[in-house]
Every structure is written in C-alpha cells, then in structure tokens.
C-alpha cells in the first residue's frame, strides 16, 4: 500500500428531476457557476455542472435524471461559510429562492442551518467553531440573536459536554 495515498474529495452528483430549476437554485443561493450543461454521450441525460473555484471546472454536477415524484436519495449537500452573517445570508437567500423546512442547528463543533432545495435534498451550510464535541450533536440555533451570545452560549453548551476539547487537540489525537 502507497504510504502517502489519501485521495480527497473533490465533487459531487446528484440526480434532477428538473435541472434548470436547480441550477437556478444553486447559482443564485450559492454563487456557483454554471462552467458546462449538456446531453451526455455515455450518460444519457441531460447534465450540468457547477463549481465557485475557478481552478476546479465543477464541486456539482447535475444530472437530469430523477423521474417525477421519486424521493431524493441525497443525505446531504454541505457549504461551508467563514462567518455568521455569512450563514443569515445563505438563510436569506435559500428563502428567497424557495427552500422549505428551515432550521437552524449549533452542532458545537459547527454552527449549521438546514434546509430542503427545489427538490427535498437536504442542504447544509455551516461554519466551524474552535471546538469538538463528540457527534452526533446538536442544540437549537437562533440566528437572529447577536453574534456574541451565540458564540457564548456555543462555548457553554460544548465546555459542559464530557467529550468537549479544543479542535486542535482532537484533530492531533485522530490524524496525528
């Protein structure tokens, strides 16, 4: 086995049932852009594919390939965000853009909203905190109170918690 093999993940796919819906959805909420659409050769169905780096041609790919009326099978798409006016803005957005079933979640080690798109996949988005507490964890989250005491009740909820330690430590202990 290579010593240094660690692949990394890149992008991800999911399947539409309409994909000018959810490029429209994932441009405008997100910013991403849309670098290529078209039928597919060996794919049968009409793709997309979206991306906010500009080094990378796509982070999402879209597949118009979901047939009416069958649930999603996505668990999750996840954005990650620098800051908590970055997260009301996602908020915002989201609901201007038609998401369902808002909700805002302080995992302690991050600081998440989710949120069901055009199609009912899950999307979060999130940013992380200074601190780790074993997970699955998750308290209510009230965005519209002020940063300070969202940071402040974040740190008593996770400094309570038996498994609570700075992320750096954790990550030191887990990846070495």
């Known amino acids: 086995m290579a010593a240094n093999f660690s ?17 429209d959805f994932y441009t405008s909420v997100f910013n991403l852009v849309l670098t290529d659409k078209g039928p597919g050769n060996t794919f049968p169905y009409m793709l997309a594919f979206l991306s906010a780096n500009p080094s990378q041609h796509h982070q999402l790919a879209m597949a118009q390939s979901r047939p ?12 990650k965000v620098d800051t908590l006016d970055d997260l009301r803005e996602a908020r915002r957005r989201a609901l201007d853009k038609g998401a369902t ?22 999307v979060e988005v999130y940013l992380d905190t200074p601190w780790y507490v074993a997970q699955p964890h998750g308290d209510p989250l009230d965005l519209d109170h002020a940063d300070a005491d969202i940071w402040r009740e974040t740190e008593a909820i996770v400094r309570a918690d038996p498994t609570f330690k700075p992320v750096d430590q954790w990550s030191r202990e887990v990846f070495g």
């Open 7 to 23: 692949p990394r993940l890149a992008h991800m796919g999911i399947a539409c049932i309409d994909i000018d819906t959810m490029i």
């Open 68 to 79: 009416a009326g069958t649930p999603s099978t996505v668990m999750q798409l996840s954005f």
């Open 101 to 122: 079933k808002m909700r805002g979640l302080n995992h302690g080690n991050a600081i998440s909203i989710y949120f069901m798109d055009p199609e009912d996949n899950t």
